[in-house]
């Protein structure tokens, strides 16, 4: 995977202030359990990111990652599974509050 010259593909990424970022606690500065991600993620080229991306929706297809939409008018469109390269981290803290309200709510 090359380094990225001109910034890194998140550089370009402004979640502004008008709502709450998961990963960003202000531009261009990550939450400290995000930064490992956001600095791989910045040696990544769109192009890159994009082989990657493609690579994996092969796999997912090719392993039977998927489901099947139907309709009335015709046979099942077979789709991959949703998914998103960029991890989604919980930290700890956070998790056990959520993880109280689940067991709470059992």
């Known amino acids: ?16 202030n008008a709502h709450y ?23 990544l080229s769109l192009s890159d990111f994009e082989r990657i991306n493609n690579e994996v929706k092969t796999a997912f297809f090719n392993q039977g990652i998927t489901f099947a939409v139907y309709s009335e008018d015709k046979k099942p469109d077979e789709r991959i599974f949703p998914f998103d390269l960029f991890p989604r981290i919980i930290p700890k803290e956070e998790w056990m509050k959520l993880e109280a309200g689940v067991i709470q709510r059992h």
Not at 21 to 43: G, L, T
């Open 21 to 43: 970022d998961e990963v960003f606690k202000e531009p261009k500065e990550p939450k400290e359990y995000y930064r490992p991600i956001v600095e791989r993620f910045n040696q």
């Open 1 to 16: 995977m090359k380094q990225q010259t001109n910034g890194g593909i998140l550089d370009s990424y402004d979640s502004g």
